[in-house]
């Protein structure tokens, strides 16, 4: 029987991620619900965490009895291992900050020791970037891309998930070959850095070599696995015999040069 129900799939504000970059996932995250609900999976990984959406949903319904979130990147990994374990510094500065663009270009320019500065870096600049592409420049109204009591009641939000013991973050940037190692049986969300925007996008790209590498990996790991990708015949090629699940013919605009809008392709492996 179905656990799933459409008032479970509704993303709160409280469980919505702090964060925002290139493909915040929310509508996708609904999917990968869906296929977790029908596989009665109990663990769940993402090895791209990124803003964690997928892991925020499937941790606030209960779809999963444990979700871990992983990421190549040493900032978006700080933040999630401050906010799931010691959010009240955090929560802190965000209170204290008031963005202006001179403090914009500060932060874009530091390089912060700490765990702690990190994390908040990263929150900041993902907020206030244009598109929350960190490196890029500043958005237009920055003051109200910037609401501490929105942002401090979902890092609480964070936190309460940790404290219960659903979502688990690794304590430092992992690479997606030792997370995916460490969970092997888990139902795994692969939303890797694609091989034409990713250099522009994220500090840790992937080369085509690089994804076939990954098909590889996904292809033969005990655990099933979600996938998603731009539809491309290469993409194609590498999961040649994999379920192929409806996206609703959603374009990821952010990826769209030109006038053609660009599409997505999301595989199901394993199951």
């Known amino acids: ?3 799933i129900t459409a008032e479970l799939l509704k993303l709160s504000p409280a469980a919505r991620s702090p964060l925002s970059r290139p493909g915040a996932r929310r509508a996708l995250a609904r999917d990968v619900a869906k296929v977790a609900d029908r596989l009665g999976v109990e663990r769940f990984v993402e090895p791209f965490a990124g803003t964690g959406a997928v892991s925020l949903l499937l941790a606030q319904t209960g779809l999963v009895a444990r979700a871990t979130l992983a990421d190549a990147d040493e900032g978006i990994a700080s933040f999630w291992a401050v906010a799931l374990t010691d959010p009240v510094p955090l929560i802190d500065l965000v209170h204290r900050f008031f963005p202006t663009r001179e403090r914009f270009l500060e932060l874009r320019a530091s390089s912060p020791e700490t765990r702690l500065g990190r994390a908040f870096r990263t929150l900041a600049l993902s907020r206030l970037s244009w598109s929350g592409i960190i490196g890029a420049g500043p958005a ?3 003051e109200q891309r910037w609401r501490p009591e929105t942002l401090a009641e979902r890092i609480g939000r964070i936190f309460e998930l940790g404290a219960s013991g659903i979502l688990s973050a690794a304590p430092e940037a992992q690479g997606w070959q030792a997370s995916l190692a460490h969970h092997k049986d888990a139902l795994a969300f692969i939303d890797p850095p694609y091989p034409e925007e990713g250099p522009r996008l994220y500090a840790h790209s992937m ?3 690089a994804h076939d590498e990954l098909a ?5 790991r005990p655990g099933p696995s979600v996938v998603v990708g731009p539809d491309t015949p ?3 090629r590498r999961y040649a015999g994999a379920i192929e ?5 959603r374009p990821y605009s952010l990826m769209t040069r030109g006038s053609h ?6 595989f199901l492996i394993g199951a």
Do not use: N
């Open 207 to 209: 080369d085509e070599p």
């Open 245 to 249: 699940l409806p996206t609703g013919d």
């Open 234 to 236: 290469d993409q194609r």
């Open 1 to 3: 029987m179905e656990r």
């Open 261 to 266: 809008a660009r599409r997505e392709v999301v």
């Open 140 to 142: 237009s109204r920055m």
């Open 216 to 220: 590889r990996l996904l292809l033969a």
